[in-house]
Nanobody, 119 residues
Framework: QVQLVESGGGSVQSGGSLRLSCAAS????????MGWFRQAPGKEREGVAS???????SYADSVKGRFTISKDNAKNTLYLQMNSLKPEDTAMYYC?????????????WGQGTQVTVSS
């Protein structure tokens, strides 16, 4: 059974940092695409960052240079390091898995962790 559990959200001031974690279980974590998404109130869900099974990464333009996605295969954990946070980064952040090497269709989702950035 695939399970994704996010943690690490919280409230920070503009310019601050947070590191989100996503503990994964039920599949071969090291082989597959993983990603982070976010959804702000009244807005559509958007992709933030993804990492293919071969290690290739992709970022939304709005977070490039500020966010970094990484994996610890030994711990079956996906991370999102978020630096220089802005109020517009405020959203619920979700971890997702696409059980293929290349990111094409995220079929498994965590419950989300809230990030709030104040000005």
């Amino acid at each position: 059974q695939v399970q994704l559990v996010e943690s690490g959200g919280g409230s920070v001031q503009s310019g601050g940092s947070l590191r989100l974690s996503c503990a994964a279980s039920g599949f071969t974590f090291s082989s597959y695409c993983m990603g982070w998404f976010r959804q702000a109130p009244g807005k559509e869900r958007e992709g933030v960052a993804s990492r293919d099974g071969d290690g290739s990464t992709s970022y939304a333009d709005s977070v490039k240079g500020r966010f970094t996605i990484s994996k610890d295969n030994a711990k079956n954990t996906l991370y999102l390091q978020m630096n220089s946070l802005k109020p517009e980064d405020t959203a619920m952040y979700y971890c997702a898995a696409d059980l293929q090497e290349q990111c094409t269709d995220f079929t498994y989702w965590g419950q989300g962790t809230q990030v709030t950035v104040s000005s």
